[in-house]
């Protein structure tokens, strides 16, 4: 056999290859499309459920009363800002929003602060019993929130901050989960970081403060965010904090909506209304803020 003969036996034809090939490639493309087009569907059906609740409370706050309860998943037959009117002006809403907003902004900017020392000292500094204290950090977490509640009103009861706004903060200025997520995004900072700032004078606290905080700054949004909501959706805690109506938070004035404060019968579009109303502020958070969750350290460092 010569060399030539060999080499042209030992050569695959393209043609061939192609012709083998071609129809493999096509039932390997039909199979990834339509696995696509099957997530695509999927993931339309979630939205869709996800957004369901979303327009029903749009939708029947601005019908009538007899309008949302015939039909309440269809669009309003005659459009009225009717129950804005009344929960405005027939409510004390006003001064729940602002209750509200007060807890929730010292809340947020009290966890940014204690969440971020604590965080950074578990993950930075070594110091006795550190690893109990993340077991006991771990353990809080497990916790249901449900069963702090009767402990939570003794020590505010005790403390003489009860139907306060003292009362309704402190207790959430610190915050498990949030201590936990700072911990983990402080140990993900390169540490020469540090070593160079103390071989430029810099103490602990500046360390933190200039330094490493900055770099943190996908999981302060994150935080900011959590707590944000967190605080502003609370409801369990301020019933055990406060009694006072002047001290009432949207939760707890929705809440009472619910269960008929202003007048007989149904009055879907009203609690809808206000519904809508309470989550618009911690939806335009998020949205401003979404493309900052925990992506990565705002920071470089050359090794």
């Not at 907003?101 to 604590?118: E, K, P, Q, Y």
């Not at 901050?161 to 949030?178: C, H």
């Not at 209304?273 to 958070?285: C, D, G, H, L, Q």
Request: with cysteine; net charge neutral.
């Amino acid at each position: 056999m010569s060399t030539s003969t060999f080499q042209e036996d030992a050569v695959p034809d393209l043609r061939t290859v192609a012709i083998v090939q071609g129809p493999r490639a096509d039932r390997a493309r039909r199979r990834l499309t339509g696995r696509g087009m099957l997530l695509i569907a999927v993931g339309v059906v979630i939205a869709a459920i996800y957004l369901l609740p979303f327009y029903v409370a749009i939708a029947n706050s601005f019908k009538t009363d007899q309008d949302a309860s015939i039909h309440p998943l269809s669009l309003p037959t005659t459009w009225t800002a009717a129950a804005f009117e009344t929960l405005f002006s027939n409510s004390d809403f006003g001064i729940w929003a602002m209750n509200s907003a007060i807890v929730a902004v010292c809340v947020t900017a009290g966890r940014i602060f204690f969440d971020s020392l604590a965080g950074y000292a578990l993950a930075r500094l070594s110091f006795p019993g550190r690893k109990a204290v993340f077991a006991a950090l771990i353990a809080v977490m497990a916790v249901p929130g449900v069963v702090l509640l009767i402990p939570t009103f003794l020590v505010i009861n005790q403390l003489g901050i009860y139907d306060s706004y003292a009362g309704m903060i402190v207790p959430l200025l610190v915050d498990a989960a949030g201590v936990f997520i700072m911990k983990n995004f402080f140990e993900s900072i390169p540490a020469s970081v540090e070593e160079q700032a103390k071989i430029d004078g810099a103490g602990t606290f500046r360390t933190f403060w200039s330094i490493v905080l900055p770099m943190a700054r996908p999981a302060v949004v994150t935080i900011t965010i959590l707590s944000f909501q967190g605080s502003w959706n609370e409801l369990s805690h301020f019933i055990v904090s406060a009694s006072s109506p002047n001290l009432t938070t949207l939760t707890k004035g929705v809440a009472s909506l619910a269960s008929g404060a202003l007048s007989a019968g149904n009055q879907y579009p009203i609690k809808l209304a206000a519904a809508f109303v309470m989550t618009i502020p911690v939806a335009v958070a998020f949205f401003i803020f979404q493309k900052r969750i925990m992506n990565s350290s705002d920071g470089a460092v050359k090794e």
